[in-house]
């Protein structure tokens, strides 16, 4: 089992360094330091100074890969890649263009964002799961007909209309939380209920959709035909049999995304201005600050890699009969 | 002459290609039979006709004429002398129809008070009449409804009148005079027909109805009001088409070839060429999507902004931007059809024909391309077809966190950016919201519906 995860772990070391050089590539060898500083200090009326100035306080100032210049191993070290893209190897994320420390805002906003996507998930899951069973149970009947019609009715609105509905209806209509905004301690869960809700409405018409066709594939098997052969409810065949065998795909879509729960949503933290890591990328992103988008990237595909890892595991740990090769 | 802008020709391309594949489908008995089960299906023919529709308004606006200084069209939204689409040319009326600010659908006034000074010379506190919704009508108060009323039923008797020419035209065709049309009609309407001609005939009647009434309307009120500074929302709406359309088609289409020729070099040559492959694929796979975008739209930013001077009008700017767009979704979502065909070709590789042919002698290039790819087809059709209506709603999502098109752009995203706030208004301003949400739901659930029946005919696991 050791042996099988530290292969992994090596296994995901290339494709590591390749996200760090497509990070690289696209931050500063497409789009380069000068362009950023363009970009900061406006298009036109700029002095060369006011950009070398600019450059410099953010340590843009050197060459990309290989410094003739410098001495010794400086050569390799005193360049943009050693110093801004190999420390996110550590986590180090430096400064962000702005000037504020990258990795302290990040281990400040990852708190609110799993807040909210924690108990998204969860009710998430149960309700999609509990829906599906229900149409699974009821198969072959018209309520299963207009349940499967609904869903994809659901799947057809975008999210962004189930935000602004759902803020519209529970909390101006209604009354019922507040719209927006986030608070310390218990008082937060006054403003993470609005969001779980509305994530758990909008992931309905797919998060069905895709359990009913895990649950029907089961339920097809021959086990599931012996168990009703036995004379078992079926009630009783859904809700043991066929739930407990369809937890394996279930386990694997669920465990994947446990790492990025970290990183939150980017629409709903900035619809209901949350203060996570989601609004922290958007407004990265309208401030057109590299440095975080850079560091996000390469967080969100640790995350990923993570999870993949993860998923790995844990279908050992369910499956007996996955065997680790 | 007509003025192509990049995406224009890439779309007229696309739907080239792809009249060109429906020709040579018609003519293989061996692929005409999936089609046949797509098009027995009721909803999937009723979803077809609407997503015509809208193609076809995405090709109206896809065709650009270049306005002379003596036209009619005299836009104030438009600088002269750019090229207007057949669309624009269609719509004139309420394209050039601009208020000052918010007014309610169909309305006659505008939807804030306002202080105006009467004949009378007294100042009064009240609502101003709009410059273009229900300026013909002399008493407001008494006319409104019953020139509301006649203008519907004159929409509907247009749209009806409509919908039995092209159902004449229709049987004409179809029966093509070996047959009495009359009774095709009637067998139609009686469901006796093979394929589902009273649903598509039905289907056609509520389109053409309406057509006519929006038609009707339109010719002197805004039907879905106007927004903030005053431009006509169905106006919007339907210009917001193209992009749609575009994105949800060019996407896939563009990286079609990336995603098919390293899928099968990986999948039959494996090795040295899988490894590097696969490796390429799982790593652009491990960057989430919307963060790669994100990055991307801003490298593209300031790639534009570096070459200012090559994007100098408008309408280059928003079109490199959509292309750009489109690309980039591209490259985030080829990964996983490269994947199947890896997975697939894999399997064909090994297949008694393909050995044989390889035994025979023929040339690798020719076995990948007349004994893979043709077997690889249905799983770029069934990808195609699901991508269509995700990459719809995600241009939505791109475009409210400002790395979608461009803001001039009009799309059902920027249109729903414009008016979040709108909810927060007292009284709410919520037309541009329904419009966006009709028009963007009248497009993504026929497809997802058709894309459904796609995969059920041509996914040999879920054929019986």
């Not at chain 1, 009703?228 to 386990?251: D, Q, T």
Request: aromatic share 10%.
């Amino acid at each position: 089992m050791i042996d099988y995860i530290i292969r992994r772990l090596l296994y995901a070391l290339p494709l590591l360094l390749g996200i760090n050089l497509l990070a690289f590539v696209l931050f500063f060898v497409v789009n380069t330091p000068e362009d950023m500083a363009r970009m900061h200090l406006g298009q036109k009326h700029v002095t060369s100074e006011a950009i070398e100035k600019w450059k410099h306080e953010r340590g843009y100032d050197q060459p990309l890969f290989w410094n003739g210049q410098a001495e010794g191993a400086g050569r390799a070290t005193q360049t943009i890649f050693y110093q801004k893209s190999l420390g996110l190897f550590l986590f180090r994320f430096g400064r962000s263009d702005g000037g504020r420390d990258i990795g302290a805002d990040i281990g400040q906003r990852m708190w609110p964002s799993l807040a909210i996507a924690i108990p998204s998930l969860i009710v998430g899951l149960a309700v999609h799961i509990g829906f599906a069973l229900l149409l699974v149970f009821f198969r072959l009947t018209y309520l299963e007909f207009w349940g499967v019609a609904l869903c994809v009715a659901l799947m057809s609105v975008s999210t962004l209309f189930y935000i602004i509905g759902g803020q519209f209806l529970v909390g101006k209509l209604l009354q019922l939380t507040p719209i927006s905004g986030y608070d310390g301690g218990w008082n937060a869960v006054r403003f993470i209920i609005l969001p779980v809700v509305i994530g758990t409405m909008a992931g309905l018409g797919s998060g069905v959709r895709w359990y009913r066709t895990l649950f029907l594939e089961e339920a097809e098997k021959d086990y599931v035909r012996t168990a009703r052969a036995k004379g078992l409810s079926e009630a009783r065949v859904l809700f043991f049999h066929v739930l407990k065998n369809a937890m394996i795909p279930i386990l694997t879509g669920v465990v994947v995304v446990l790492p990025l729960l970290f990183t939150g949503s980017l629409i709903t933290e900035s619809f209901f201005a949350i203060p996570g890591l989601g609004s922290y990328t958007i407004d990265a992103i309208n401030q057109q600050d590299f440095a975080i988008v850079r560091s996000m990237v390469f967080l969100g595909s640790v995350l990923y890699i993570i999870g993949l890892l993860l998923t790995d595991i844990s279908y050992t740990l369910v499956d007996p009969r996955v065997k680790l090769s | 002459m007509p003025v192509l802008l990049p995406t224009d020709i890439l779309f007229l391309l696309m739907l080239l290609g792809l009249a060109a594949l429906v020709a040579y489908t018609l003519r293989q008995e061996h692929l005409r039979r999936p089609w046949r089960s797509v098009i027995r299906s009721r909803s999937a023919m009723i979803s077809l006709v609407i997503l015509l529709v809208y193609l076809l308004i995405a090709l109206l606006d896809s065709i650009r004429i270049p306005v002379s200084s003596n036209a009619h069209v005299n836009s104030t939204s438009a600088p002269i002398g750019e090229p207007v689409t057949l669309l624009d040319f269609g719509l004139g009326r309420i394209r050039d129809a601009q208020e000052k600010t918010y007014s309610a659908p169909l309305a006659v006034v505008a939807h804030a008070r306002e202080m105006i000074r009467q004949a009378d010379g007294r100042e009064a506190w009240t609502y101003p009449r709009l410059q273009f919704g229900g300026r013909h009508l002399a008493n407001p108060e008494q006319e409104h409804a019953s020139d509301l009323i006649r203008r519907i039923a004159l929409g509907l008797g247009a749209g009806i009148a409509g919908w039995a020419l092209l159902t004449g035209f229709l049987a004409l065709v179809l029966t093509r005079r070996r047959s009495d049309p009359m009774d095709f009609l009637r067998s139609a309407w009686r469901g006796e027909t093979d394929l589902p001609w009273r649903a598509v005939l039905l289907a056609l009647l509520l389109i053409s109805l309406l057509a006519g009434v929006l038609v009707a309307l339109c010719q002197a009120y805004h039907v879905f009001g106007t927004g903030k500074v005053g431009e006509d929302v169905l106006y919007q709406s339907l210009k917001s088409i193209r992009t749609g359309v575009l994105i949800g088609t060019l996407t896939t289409v563009a990286t079609l070839p990336l995603a098919l020729v390293l899928g099968i070099l990986a999948g039959y040559y494996r090795g040295w060429v899988d490894d590097v492959i696969q490796y390429l694929y799982t790593t652009l796979n491990s960057v989430p999507g919307v963060l790669l975008i994100a990055a991307a739209m801003l490298v593209m930013q300031s790639y534009m902004a570096r070459h200012e001077a090559e994007f100098a009008s408008l309408a280059t700017r928003a079109d490199f931007r959509l292309l750009a767009l489109c690309l980039i979704l591209g490259m985030t979502s080829w990964t996983g059809l490269c994947r199947l065909l890896r997975a697939e070709t894999l399997k064909l590789r090994e297949l008694e024909y393909v050995q044989a042919a390889r035994v025979l002698g023929v040339s690798q290039g020719m076995i990948l391309f007349r004994h893979i790819l043709p077997n690889l087809f249905h799983l770029v059709l069934i990808s195609v077809a699901l991508d269509f209506s995700s990459l719809v709603l995600a241009e939505a999502v791109l475009s409210y966190v400002n790395i979608g098109v461009d803001p001039t752009t009009e799309s059902w995203g920027n249109m729903i950016n414009g008016a979040r706030l709108e909810m927060a208004r007292e009284p709410v301003v919520w037309w541009s919201l329904a419009s966006a949400f009709i028009f963007m739901f009248a497009l993504v659930l026929p497809a997802n519906l058709f894309a459904d029946a796609v995969r059920d005919a041509f996914d040999p696991r879920r054929a019986e």
